[in-house]
């Protein structure tokens, strides 16, 4: 089992920053990545953005490419959303999800691709 934690929501003004962690904790932590979903009232959760946990590569949303960043510590199992220049659009519930490997073969973007998710953090962005 893994354990995911979120921390770092809040409630900014538009055009600010914020960032979110995500520590993952359990049994030996080595997925084969870690995704950031979100989900506003009455939306279906959304795909964000993704991070390979072997070699890096990264994924985003066409929303957000270019004002998010998506990075990761993996001696200390943590994910990372740096988020800039935020819009009232992005006001959602922010959710850390896992890929473990062999799980899945769907795509990154795809929410059937992770199966272990985080409780969430609530992201306000005030206009």
């Known amino acids: 089992q893994v354990q995911l934690e979120e921390s770092g929501g809040g409630l900014v003004q538009a055009g600010g920053s914020l960032r979110l962690s995500c520590a993952a904790s359990g049994r030996t932590f080595s997925p084969n990545a870690m995704a950031w979903f979100r989900q506003s009232p009455g939306k279906e959760r959304e795909f964000v953005a993704a991070?390979?946990?072997?070699?890096?590569?990264?994924y985003y949303a066409d929303s957000v490419k270019g004002r998010f960043t998506i990075s990761r510590d993996n001696a200390k199992g943590t994910v990372y959303l740096q988020m800039t220049i935020l819009k009232p659009e992005d006001t959602a519930v922010y959710y850390c999800?896992?890929?473990?490997?062999?799980?899945?073969?769907?795509?990154?973007?795809?929410?059937?691709?992770?199966?272990?998710w985080g409780q969430g953090t609530q992201v306000t962005v005030s206009s």
């Open positions: 999800a896992v890929r473990s490997p062999f799980y899945s073969s769907a795509s990154y973007y795809s929410r059937a691709a992770y199966d272990y």
């Open positions: 991070i390979r946990w072997s070699g890096g590569s990264t």
